[in-house]
């Protein structure tokens, strides 16, 4: 098994099957194209995103249908096609969050650009949600 050196996780040993590939990179990050996803611990919505390269490269996630049950219901069909592959069970759905720092601390998660991820093809890729009226910055509140 490869070990991948983290900041916030330490060494980690992971296993070839759960590294997710995103061959376009993400948004301000387009050369870094392998990660792992994390969970954050049970029952927690949370997830990690960590990148296999750059230690301290690592993002939080959260299934966006916790935050709004509803959410990619409205969006044109011709945008749903992202969300789709050889069997939907495969597919899953991650928003990033983020969190303010200061005297206010906040969290708000990008609902504009998802994380979609075929856990079966072990790839992924961030989908742009043009025109969808979502926001990079949609407060997190549990429903």
Not at 63 to 68: A, E, R
Not at 105 to 134: E, F
């Amino acid at each position: 098994m490869p070990t991948i050196e983290t900041a916030r996780f330490g060494k980690l040993e992971i296993d070839k099957g759960e590294i997710i590939r995103f061959p376009e990179g993400l948004l301000g990050f387009p050369e870094q194209k392998d990660y792992v996803i994390i969970e954050h611990g049970p029952g927690s919505p949370f997830y990690w995103l960590q990148s296999l390269v750059i230690p301290d490269l690592c993002f939080v996630m959260i299934d966006p249908f916790v935050i709004k049950n509803d959410y990619l219901e409205d969006i044109p069909y011709a945008k749903k096609k992202i969300f789709e592959g050889k069997n939907n069970e495969n597919i899953c759905v991650f928003a990033l969050v983020s969190i303010a720092q200061g005297e206010r601390k906040s969290m708000t998660v990008n609902l504009l650009g998802p994380i979609v991820v075929d856990i079966k093809r072990h790839s992924g890729r961030q989908a742009i949600l043009s025109s969808s009226g979502y926001s990079h910055q949609h407060a997190l509140n549990f429903q």
